[in-house]
């Protein structure tokens, strides 16, 4: 059986087949009863199997019509039930009533209506217990649950500021005092007992495999660290500019030694000066009488000179009978002798100080921050890092101004100034 459009009455084929409202229709035969307009099935509304559009879709009309007495008398009585107006009678009627003492009676009375009504919500929750749906909370109640939170907090902080100034402090009785002071002592006197307990007694637990990656990853950093600077450094010299304390220890070192240079010469000038006096006397013969106790020594050389003992290798004769000289000797002319002019000493003329080394790339501390590890440094706000070096991402290095250490530091709690 072929079937029928619902609009036009003719066949309707399948490719262009349209079933809606338990009806078959065109696809161009499906409009709006009113205006005609070409619906589908997104925008079509339905009245009594009839397609309309969503402006000519009929709506349902109210009639206002008079309240019987019966529907007077019944919104009255909704009205005297409600609490609004019970609280509202209730509070007029305030003052009419008379406080009478419970009597036994009453108060037995109420005793039971109190165990009856917890009896009864008792019953009413076991029944109605399995009655809910514990399902998720959206993000709506998520949300109104915060808030709720954060309000409960603000009216409490509210409250306790505004009873804040209301207590008033009194003196600890002597009971509260000694009771305080009671205290005290037993809590001392277990931490002691606790303490000799555990003295002797150590807790060993093993590395966790997060704490062995950890030590090994810093001693392989340590060492590419060390070996990053050892070969940055590797063909440089590093010159520094000597303190007062090394320049000064430099001068004593150079005057002392000028000082026992001059003073040896000084000597051997001496000698040098006496020699031509002794050759004089040898050469004088046996007749001259020579002061008793005064050595005369034989002309020498001056590799023949003892300095510990102050006297000459060769001793030539004493008054009182030393050894003659060998036969066949005979002495050398006399010569005149000239010391050598001596030189004044002058110290070393000044060496000019060197420029301050530069400071590099200088940064200013942010925040405080304590090192975490051997090879970082600690500085505090406001501290001057000089030499700064990125390293990667978060990381660098520098010296600490203040403290002179250096080391690895992060890079966000510091701010470049040059």
């Known amino acids: 059986m072929s079937k029928k459009c619902a609009k036009c009455e003719k066949t309707?084929?399948?490719?262009?087949?349209?079933?809606?409202?338990?009806?078959?229709?065109?696809?161009?035969?499906?409009?709006?009863?009113?205006?005609?307009?070409?619906?589908?099935?997104?925008?079509?509304?339905?009245?009594n199997k009839i397609p309309y559009c969503n402006v000519h879709y009929p709506t349902t009309s109210f009639t206002a019509v008079a309240d019987t007495p019966e529907n007077q008398r019944i919104k009255q009585n909704t009205k005297v039930q409600s609490n609004v107006q019970y609280h509202s009678e209730f509070e007029k009627q305030k003052g009419a009533y008379t406080q009478v003492a419970d009597t036994p009676d009453m108060l037995r009375h109420q005793q039971n209506t109190k165990?009856?009504?917890?009896?009864?919500?008792?019953?009413?929750?076991?029944?109605?217990?399995?009655q809910f749906t514990c399902v998720t909370d959206t993000p709506v109640m998520k949300t109104q649950l915060t808030n709720t939170k954060n309000?409960?907090?603000?009216?409490?902080?509210?409250?306790?500021?505004?009873?804040?100034?209301?207590?008033?402090?009194?003196?600890?009785?002597?009971?509260?005092?000694?009771?305080?002071?009671?205290?005290?002592?037993?809590?001392?006197?277990?931490?002691q007992k606790d303490f000799t307990d555990s003295?002797?007694?150590?807790?060993?637990?093993?590395?966790?495999?997060?704490?062995?990656?950890?030590?090994?990853?810093?001693?392989?950093?340590?060492?590419?660290?060390?070996?990053?600077?050892?070969?940055?450094?590797?063909?440089?010299?590093?010159?520094?500019?000597?303190?007062?304390?090394?320049?000064?220890?430099?001068?004593?070192?150079?005057?002392?030694?000028?000082?026992e240079y001059h003073k040896v010469k000084d000597q051997l000038n001496e000698m040098e000066i006496r020699r031509p006096d002794r050759e004089a006397r040898d050469m004088e013969g046996p007749g001259v009488q020579e002061v008793e106790d005064v050595p005369t020594r034989r002309?020498?050389?001056?590799?023949?000179?003892?300095?510990?003992?102050?006297?000459?290798?060769?001793?030539?004769?004493?008054?009182?009978g030393d050894p003659e000289p060998p036969r066949g000797y005979q002495a050398p002319p006399p010569q005149s002798y000239q010391p050598p002019p001596q030189q004044s000493y002058q110290p070393p003329p000044p060496q000019?100080?060197?420029?301050?080394?530069?400071?590099g790339m200088v940064c200013k501390a942010l925040y405080d921050y304590t090192s975490a590890d051997v090879d970082e440094v600690s500085f505090q706000e406001d501290d001057l890092i000089i030499q700064c070096q990125p390293i990667d991402e978060g990381w660098m290095e520098g010296t600490v101004k203040r403290t002179g250490q250096r080391g690895m530091l992060p890079s966000n709690y510091v701010e470049p100034v040059n």
């Open 12 to 47: 309707v084929y399948p490719t262009e087949e349209l079933k809606c409202l338990d009806k078959f229709w065109h696809k161009a035969c499906f409009k709006c009863e009113v205006c005609n307009m070409t619906l589908n099935m997104k925008n079509y509304k339905g009245y």
């Open 115 to 130: 165990n009856i009504s917890l009896i009864e919500y008792h019953r009413n929750f076991e029944e109605s217990k399995s």
């Open 151 to 191: 309000v409960s907090l603000i009216e409490y902080h509210k409250d306790f500021e505004k009873s804040k100034s209301k207590y008033t402090q009194v003196a600890d009785s002597p009971e509260i005092q000694k009771y305080l002071q009671n205290t005290k002592n037993i809590s001392l006197i277990q931490y």
């Open 199 to 259: 003295k002797g007694s150590c807790y060993q637990v093993p590395d966790t495999v997060e704490m062995l990656t950890h030590r090994r990853n810093t001693e392989n950093v340590s060492r590419i660290k060390y070996h990053a600077d050892f070969e940055k450094m590797k063909g440089k010299k590093l010159t520094v500019v000597d303190d007062p304390e090394t320049m000064r220890i430099k001068q004593n070192t150079a005057i002392q030694s000028q000082v």
């Open 299 to 320: 002309v020498g050389s001056i590799s023949d000179y003892d300095p510990m003992n102050n006297q000459f290798g060769s001793i030539s004769r004493y008054s009182g």
């Open 352 to 359: 000019p100080a060197m420029p301050p080394p530069s400071e």
